[in-house]
């Protein structure tokens, strides 16, 4: 057997870290494929809840790791996931698109919901049908950026950190806008259950009395 006949063994990069493969990447285009087999569908489906069209989020995420790719030699780690660096890129595309459209951005809440967002909040938790569009009612009425915060920590799973990235605030900033967030859901909701809440004998002739 000759040794030096030997044919190196490939090497398998999908057992690499994000860390190590951002290092190749910089000039392997294998590594950069690897990262965005990885995340694109990641990308895809937060672009699809931003534009709630198909095609754009195709487009859209096409444009993000092209960018991506194109920056990978300036690309710096600033201690957060690789993955909250192309969410940012992400966000602004998603953003110049709005903006260049004149769109009001279109989140399909139930698949959204359905995503698994639960949050602690007494008599409030979509476990039925009524409850279930109470949520979804509630989510819609909340600003944009509360609805990104919660997509972004709920269907995407990341960090407050990485969302903090993603959404230009701190890490505090983003846990005192989660706390709001869940404030605000819940108040919203018991508001839509007393409205709904029908008045008791007592009340009503208390009503007529006075």
Do not use: C
Request: aromatic share 10%; net charge neutral.
């Amino acid at each position: 057997m000759n040794i030096f006949n030997r044919k190196p063994k490939h090497r398998d990069l999908t057992t690499l870290t994000d860390t190590e493969l951002v290092a190749l990447a910089k000039d392997s285009q294998e590594a950069f494929g690897i990262l965005y087999e990885r995340y694109v569908e990641k990308i895809y489906k937060y672009i699809y809840y931003r534009t709630g069209n198909h095609q754009d989020a195709e487009d859209l995420a096409s444009a993000v790791f092209h960018r991506a790719m194109a920056h990978m030699e300036t690309y710096i780690d600033r201690g957060v996931p690789f993955q909250a660096w192309l969410y940012r890129i992400a966000h602004n595309l998603v953003a110049n698109w709005h903006r260049d459209r004149g769109r009001r951005k279109i989140i399909p809440l139930d698949e959204f919901v359905s995503g698994g967002l639960q949050f602690d909040a007494p008599d409030s938790a979509a476990e039925d049908k009524e409850e279930r569009q109470q949520l979804l009612d509630a989510i819609s009425r909340l600003p944009d950026e509360r609805q990104q915060l919660l997509y972004l920590k709920f269907v995407s799973n990341l960090s407050n950190a990485e969302v903090g990235e993603i959404l230009d605030r701190t890490e505090g900033a983003i846990k005192s806008l989660y706390h709001r967030t869940l404030i605000a859901l819940r108040d919203d909701i018991q508001m839509q259950q007393a409205a709904k809440r029908p008045i008791s004998t007592k009340e009503g002739k208390h009503k007529h009395g006075s």
